[in-house]
Every structure is written in C-alpha cells, then in structure tokens.
C-alpha cells in the first residue's frame, strides 16, 4: 500500500511530465504558427517598402534642395535677415526683399478663400451626414469630389472671366480691379470646399449613433443634435479638416497667378478689389523669365518657397496634434 510521501511524489511526477507535455504543445504551436517565408509576399513587401523609402528621400531631397539655394540668397550681401522678416516692400531692382510684401497678399487671398470654404464646407458636411439620406449622399459626395479633380488652371480663368465680372457688376467697374485678390479668394474657397465637406462629413459620420439616439430619447431635435451634440463631439476632426483646407489654399498657385494680378503690394494694408501678387504668384511669374542661374532672383524664389514650406508643415504639424490631442474615443 503506498504511503501518502509516495503519492505525493507520483503527483509531483505527474504534474511536471503534465507540465513538459504543455510546454511541448506550445513550442509546436509557435512552430506551426511562425510565418512561412513565401516568394511573393516577400517581393511585394520589398516593393512597397521600397516607394515608402522612395518618397521619404524625395521629401528630404526637395527640403535640401529649398535651404541650399535658400542659404545662398541669404548670404548675398544683398539680403538680410531681419529685412526679410520685417520689410514690407519686395522690390529685388532696389534690393527690398521684405517677405511681408507677398505673405500679407497670401493671407488675405487665404483668408477670403476660408470665408467662402470653411462655412459651406461646414454646412455641407452636417447635411450630408445628419440630414441626406444614403441614396442621397451615395449622389452628392461624388459630384462634390468632382470639383477637387478640375484642374486648378481652369478655376484660375473661371475667376478671372466669372467672378471679376459679377464683383465688378456688384461694386462698380471703378472700385473692382480686373485683377484683384477677392475674386481669387473666392474661387479658391470654392476649390478647397469639397476638401471641407469630405473630411468633416467623414469626422461627423464616425460619431456613434449612441449619443444621437440619447439626445433624440432627450427631445432634441435633428438641427440640435447635429450642432450640439455631433459637431462638438467631432470636433478634432472638424478643425483638422479647417486646417489641412488652410494649407491648401496658402500654397495655391494657378489661381492667384491668373486672377490675382501680377507685381508685389507692398504691406500692411492691401484692397481686396485690386491687385496683389502671393507668395506662390510671384514665383510663378518671375520663374517663367529669362532668369540666369545663381543670380539672386534666381535664389529668391527658393526662399519664398521655404517659406511656403516651413508654414504648410507647421499647419499640418498642428493639424495633427489637434487630432491627437482632442480626439474623442468611444467604446
């Protein structure tokens, strides 16, 4: 008859052999489990690391290429610093390069074109999802997608040929400039709304339709709902979209370039109803002379695109941390 130290042990026994059999099992299933290098995959997965690496270097190399010829411009003895940060005259035949010049002409047309995208966008968004219904918004979002694909050389002459008159009919051809900065203001507004109502359509429509079905259960209405309850609940995602549409339109050029008007205004006060030449403008028009390379014209339009460069990343920088640091998530 065993006694109760050799039943202890013969359980000890069991239980490691028990043990060493489940550890077996789970070195066979990680065995089993362990991805199987296949030919394909592999290739396609060295494909598309090689476009992600591609596009990182492109990114570096057009970064690199803005701050050699930009260093270049600001060490000509023609140039200071502090002058192209605070001049508001950009004359190169003088040797004036105030930044300010351009950048006060950019904002203006920037802003004009937010009056007209940010509130349509907005109330188009809320419609489409709030109000429309799926067939409806399966018909609507399309044909507003449609506006993004047009080139932007045809918004430029739609601005020029459309818009300038009917400001010039509404003020007065004495008051309205045939080139001006309002008409291209406008026309971008109407070519970055579809990039408002997309993005803020789609932070509207990933609201979960829990908090609508509480404030219904609450007597709200649907206008309610969607501008109390909805829109502040979307809220990162609303003004990321607001910003990212900023950013387009700070860097649009074909438009400003054939509406706007041609030569620099100088700042701080600039008429919207006459013309003005922006950032992106100017290096449109003195790029498509008989400029000699190295000259400091030459060099300038690399500075002004640095400039272009450092303000769209530091939006999209923002954008991204409003997103992340406002974002609301829901289980």
Not at 199 to 212: F, K, Q
Not at 267 to 289: D, K, L, Q, W, Y
Request: aromatic share 10%; proline share 4%; charged share 15%.
């Amino acid at each position: 008859m065993a006694t109760g130290r050799e039943v202890d042990v013969d359980m000890a026994v069991g239980a490691t052999s028990r043990a060493e059999m489940a550890s077996d099992v789970d070195v066979n299933m990680e065995l089993q489990l362990r991805k199987k290098s296949r030919f394909g995959e592999t290739l396609i997965e060295g494909f598309l690391f090689v476009c992600g690496a591609i596009s990182i270097l492109t990114t570096i190399g057009i970064v690199f290429v803005l701050a050699e010829e930009s260093l270049l411009f600001f060490a000509s003895d023609e140039v200071s610093l502090w002058e192209f940060f605070t001049d508001t005259v950009w004359q190169p035949a003088i040797g004036r390069f105030g930044i300010w010049s351009l950048m006060n002409a950019t904002l203006i047309v920037t802003g004009i074109a937010m009056l007209v995208a940010l509130p349509m966008g907005l109330a188009v968004a809320i419609y489409l999802s709030e109000y429309a219904s799926h067939r409806m918004r399966s018909i609507l979002k399309p044909i507003l997608e449609v506006l993004a694909g047009v080139p932007t050389v045809v918004y430029g002459y739609f601005a020029l040929t459309f818009m300038t008159p009917i400001l010039r009919g509404i003020f007065g051809d004495d008051i309205v400039q045939i080139y001006n900065t309002a008409s291209a203001g406008i026309v971008i507004g109407i070519l970055v709304l579809p990039l408002v109502s997309s993005m803020g359509e789609d932070a509207l429509h990933a609201v979960p339709d829990s908090l609508r079905q509480a404030a219904f259960g609450l007597g709200a209405t649907k206008l309610e709902t969607a501008v109390r309850i909805v829109l502040p609940a979307a809220a990162s995602g609303v003004a990321a979209a607001f910003i990212v549409a900023i950013s387009r339109a700070f860097g649009e050029t074909m438009v400003v370039a054939i509406a706007a008007g041609a030569g620099p205004h100088p700042a701080p006060f600039i008429n919207p109803f006459e013309a003005a030449e922006t950032m992106t403008g100017h290096i449109v028009r003195i790029s498509g002379g008989d400029l000699s390379y190295g000259s400091i014209d030459y060099n300038s339009i690399f500075a002004i695109g640095l400039m272009l460069f450092i303000v769209t990343l530091g939006l999209n920088i923002f954008s991204r941390w409003l997103v992340s640091r406002f974002r609301e998530v829901y289980e």
